[in-house]
Nanobody
Framework: QVQLVESGGGLVQVGDSLKLSCVWS????????MGWFRQAPGKEREFVAA????????RYADSVDGRFTISRDNTNFTMYLQMNGLKPEDTAVYYC????????????????????WGQGTQVTVSS
């Protein structure tokens, strides 16, 4: 089993920045493609960003491209989401997800393809 724990959420103002972290533990010898998703009240969970195990490949949702940056430190089993220029519509619970893959360069953007999920961290952007 793999455990994922998010942190770094909070209440911020429009235009502020936050950096989320996701620490994974368990089968740390596997290659994991990872991603961030979010779910706002009354809405379905949506893709935010994803990164390959190698870190060379990333993908972003159009709504966050240019404002958010995904990264990871495999040595410390941690993935990050740097969020700049936050907007009220970024308010949501943010989840990290992981999937074991043989390929080090695959990016996974579909929620249904992820096996492991964290419990989420709340991000609230106040206007």
């Amino acid at each position: 089993q793999v455990q994922l724990v998010e942190s770094g959420g909070g209440l911020v103002q429009v235009g502020d920045s936050l950096k989320l972290s996701c620490v994974w533990s368990g089968r740390t010898f596997m290659n994991y493609a990872m991603g961030w998703f979010r779910q706002a009240p009354g809405k379905e969970r949506e893709f935010v960003a994803a990164i390959s195990w190698s870190t060379y490949h990333t993908r972003y949702a159009d709504s966050v491209d240019g404002r958010f940056t995904i990264s990871r430190d495999n040595t410390n089993f941690t993935m990050y989401l740097q969020m700049n220029g936050l907007k009220p519509e970024d308010t949501a619970v943010y989840y990290c997800a992981a999937r074991a893959l043989f390929s080090a360069d695959t990016v996974v953007v579909e929620a249904s393809e992820y096996r492991y999920w964290g419990q989420g961290t709340q991000v609230t952007v106040s206007s």
